[in-house]
């Protein structure tokens, strides 16, 4: 099998896997509870703090863990309204649906919500944003993405941080870092963010968990009530397993994963040329010259369907995406390729490569030798 | 080390550690995408359904994924409550925190929200729930839990729910089963139950993972948006590993584990023999007519501080709780057991013990003479 769907999720790493057994048959206390073994379940949340904190240049106590980054992103949007009585939420055109989702479920409930459109390279338009902060100054939630789940587009946070800070300075600004954690590191002060999320299982580590980083000075209500775990931010048995798990993920992309980024960039572009050799007319999305990620191709075979492709690969052994794994059930074409003015038909032809650092280049031959066989190139 | 705080946490079964494991390096891929690896991991999260329904004599689509009981119980009030304009919410003295806090927090909201007071047995006085559905023939929730995890307490909810059928027919009946579904089948048509929540950390499954019952023809808003996962119910990627364990587990359960529950009462009423034998002025609660789950005894050494004997029972490598794990960190005296007309004095001088599966008559015989050494009486 060749695994080319990073960006809906990855394989568990052996030693994040292990550390997940290990906190759920032998350091399994409850960290609530009021005895030794407690207190070490207890320590195994604590240390992952550390170690997350650490990952972000913040402090441990700025750190809150989920069950994944749907319930961060939900957090973050819904908690984040409550601060005004009638809020005013910008999003963009780029956003996952868990956080595009929530922004409609408040504008349903009286929300005052606009998006952010994107430039043809699949970035915001900042100045569509200034010109809205200047009109909103009093905006009570701005939530922009810092890569792409689809396109790998990196967008410019820190731009809009500042500008956030400039024209609405109460407001709170939400990134959805989901994409991009597992590939750069993110210092939260460079960012002026005031809540960041991520989630486990798209950096090697386990699904069902994820963390929300939130500024020391900015006070949330919960989303989850009960019994006032997480400084009452977060009620619920920590999940100490999935959380060592995280940890254990985290520390593998400090000592040296994210090193990889460089190796990905050049595995990339290796697969780029191959494919440019294969069918010159292939449409990439966005363009060569934009800034992504290095995991994330998505490009368009004229004239092949992206749903068949996907089909025809899998049979080959070959694991792709149209788009993100979560709108698989919608059969409409990809509305973040759209707002970037690509066609629908073009957009129905996309392909999601997404690239892991288990990956070859041999694997990459291998897969433009099956689309050329499939497309019958060759 | 002697672990006696089963209703906090369980030790996860190694073989639902190992399925956990196989789900997040084998079966790793997210149940979403199109190709083979997917559907594999979707085939994993649909067989757990069926177990889990199969459990209970239910249907599989009525089996929700969530992150553990916490989540659960807060979907279940939280939706519950935004079938009506002006909620009216019935909950008992005796509920956990993940209800009672929900239920304040709709309160502050603006629903009436009212409390069922507790029997000296530790039951809910259903003359007093008849009254007020008499009266209030449009409430909106009634939450009320199968068995304490103070008390072990059973509640009458078949009774329960019978009285509900009669009086607001329209109403949603939430059980939280937590503390009742390791030790006995549910059937969910017998309790007349619209909604029951579970969590596998209790039955031996993993920390992170529960899930909730809901009716067929019952229609809740989700508490969680985005990709649309669980029919739109609950979204965010499934916790494929942490299911996989939870259906191991409830498999256990269903091949023999529940019938432990036998051996359980036998175990416990050795070990309520043998304090009896060592202070004959100790107090059950409730007293022993009651009706509890197996694993759960809740009792008060006069003059002792349950605080002190459950520090001085670590040292000696024991682990009890005073109390809920989830209110250790709040310095009162136990909520339920004064809701039973048990005088804070006493109150402060609880333990709660519960037991597993895994403990024996050697180990209650070993404790019993550690609270002998700790009290002077030996």
Redesign the interface.
């Known amino acids: 099998?060749i695994?080319l769907?990073h960006a809906?999720?990855?394989?568990?790493s052996?030693r994040a896997?292990e550390a997940?057994?290990e906190a759920?048959?032998v350091t399994?206390?409850?960290p609530?509870?009021?005895?030794?073994?407690?207190a070490k379940a207890r320590a195994v949340v604590n240390r992952a703090k550390i170690t997350i904190a650490c990952s972000l240049g913040a402090k441990d106590t700025e750190i809150l863990f989920t069950?994944?980054?749907?319930?961060g992103?939900?957090f973050c949007l819904f908690s984040g309204a409550r601060r005004a009585e009638h809020p005013v939420i910008l999003i963009s055109a780029a956003e996952?649906?868990?956080?595009r989702?929530?922004a409609?479920?408040l504008k349903r409930r009286g929300a005052y919500v606009a998006e952010i459109p994107l430039l043809t390279d699949g970035r915001i338009d900042l100045d569509a944003a200034e010109r809205f902060l200047k009109e909103h100054r009093d905006t009570t939630v701005v939530s922009v993405m810092a890569a792409n789940n689809e396109t790998g587009v990196i967008q410019p946070i820190k731009e809009l941080g500042d500008m956030i800070r400039i024209y609405a300075p109460d407001c709170l600004f939400h990134v959805d870092a989901v994409q991009y954690y597992g590939y750069f590191p993110i210092n939260v002060r460079e960012w002026k963010a005031d809540l960041i999320t991520a989630?486990a299982?798209k950096f090697y580590g386990?699904?069902?968990?994820g963390f929300v980083w939130h500024r020391e000075s900015v006070n949330l209500p919960p989303?989850?009530?009960?019994?006032?775990?997480e400084e009452g931010l977060r009620?619920?048995?920590?999940?100490?397993?999935?959380i060592a798990?995280m940890a254990c993920a985290v520390e593998e992309l400090e000592q040296g994963a994210r090193k990889d980024s460089g190796s990905l960039y050049e595995l990339r572009d290796y697969l780029k040329g191959l494919l440019l050799e294969l069918e010159p007319g292939i449409t990439f999305h966005p363009g060569a010259s934009s800034l992504t990620v290095p995991g994330i191709i998505n490009f368009s075979f004229p004239g092949f369907s992206g749903?068949l492709m996907?089909?025809r690969?899998?049979v080959e052994g070959i694991?792709?995406?149209?788009g993100?794994?979560?709108?698989?059930?919608?059969r409409e074409p990809s509305r973040v390729l759209m707002a970037m003015g690509v066609s629908p038909e073009e957009a129905e032809c996309s392909i999601r490569v997404s690239l892991g650092r288990e990956n070859t280049k041999e694997q990459m031959e291998e897969t433009v030798r099956a689309m050329a066989r499939i497309t019958g190139k060759r």
């Open positions: 099998m695994y769907d809906a999720t990855t394989q568990m052996e896997a997940m057994k759920a048959t399994f206390g409850n609530s509870a009021g005895y030794e073994l407690a069950s994944g980054a749907t319930e992103n939900n996952h649906p868990s956080v989702e929530c409609l479920e989630s299982h386990p699904k069902g968990v989303l989850l009530y009960g019994g006032g775990q009620s619920g048995t920590e999940n100490v397993p999935g798990g749903t996907r089909n690969l899998d694991c792709v995406s149209t993100s794994a979560c709108a698989n059930r919608k």
